[in-house]
């Protein structure tokens, strides 16, 4: 099966914090993405990850960690439209070729 | 607008069939992808393309076709062999193959087959 693993599914309240955790085991690695995927649409891109360390984005916050093949991604003041699937993915080698995790299912609730 | 295109958005075939699923891009980009989507499982790569006509299988390429005439287009077509192939499919393009700040996938609206 695939390396690379998140929680299936999460719930959080409106106006909180929630922290999504991905890890994942691979040679030649070359980027860590997350997207955001609302049911029966297409998934949207939130961030990428290359080296150590935080990178934000307004509300979306992700991180990773290399040497211990991880990664998260935090979403501050969570909205009710936050409520859908978020898809961890890294890549390798040279090209543009990316391996998903199953993603994780948030539910937002008030 | 630029963007990426996927038809149809719904699309029915009788078992023994081979159906082909439209992805148009207008976004300039080099490559392109196919993804399959299914319930409790991650995208599945099936194949991708660096280049007009040049492609490369995926992880899970049988049953499958392709092909990159036009920069713009990257067709794929669900042959009879392809052993279950109801499921989301999704088409996907970036700017660059190397990698690097930029060359993110940016995804289509999905088309859903279903086998009958």
């Known amino acids: 099966g695939q390396n690379i693993d998140q929680p299936t599914e999460m719930t959080a309240t409106e106006g909180a914090i929630v922290q999504i955790n991905c890890t994942y085991q691979?040679?030649?690695?070359?980027?860590l993405f997350w997207y955001q995927q609302h049911a029966g649409e297409a998934p949207t891109f939130l961030s990428y990850?290359?080296?150590?360390g935080l990178e934000e984005k307004g509300r979306f916050s992700s991180f990773l960690s290399r040497s211990k093949g991880y990664s998260y991604l935090l979403l501050k003041e969570l909205q009710m439209k936050d409520s859908a699937s978020y898809l961890c993915?890294?890549?390798?080698?040279?090209?543009?070729?990316?391996?998903f995790g199953t993603g994780t299912q948030l539910k937002v609730e008030l | 607008d630029g963007g990426i295109t996927q038809s149809p958005k719904y699309l029915f075939r009788k078992e023994g069939q081979n159906v082909t699923l439209s992805c148009e891009q207008n976004?300039?980009?080099?490559?392109m992808y196919w993804y399959r989507q299914d319930p409790g499982q991650g995208l599945r790569l099936i194949y991708y393309?660096?280049?007009?006509?040049?492609?490369q299988k995926g992880d899970i390429a049988e049953g499958y076709s392709v092909s990159r005439e036009k920069k713009e287009s990257f067709p794929l077509t669900v042959t009879s062999a392809q052993k279950n192939p109801t499921a989301f499919y999704l088409c996907?393009?970036?700017?660059?193959?190397?990698?690097?700040?930029?060359?993110?996938?940016?995804f289509g609206q999905g088309t859903r087959l279903t086998v009958v």
């Open positions: 996907a393009s970036s700017m660059g193959w190397d990698g690097g700040q930029g060359t993110e996938a940016f």
């Open positions: 691979t040679s030649g690695f070359n980027g």
């Open positions: 990850n290359v080296l150590d």
């Open positions: 993915a890294y890549r390798t080698g040279g090209g543009n070729k990316l391996t």
């Open positions: 976004l300039n980009h080099d490559a």
């Open positions: 393309s660096q280049i007009v006509n040049d492609f």
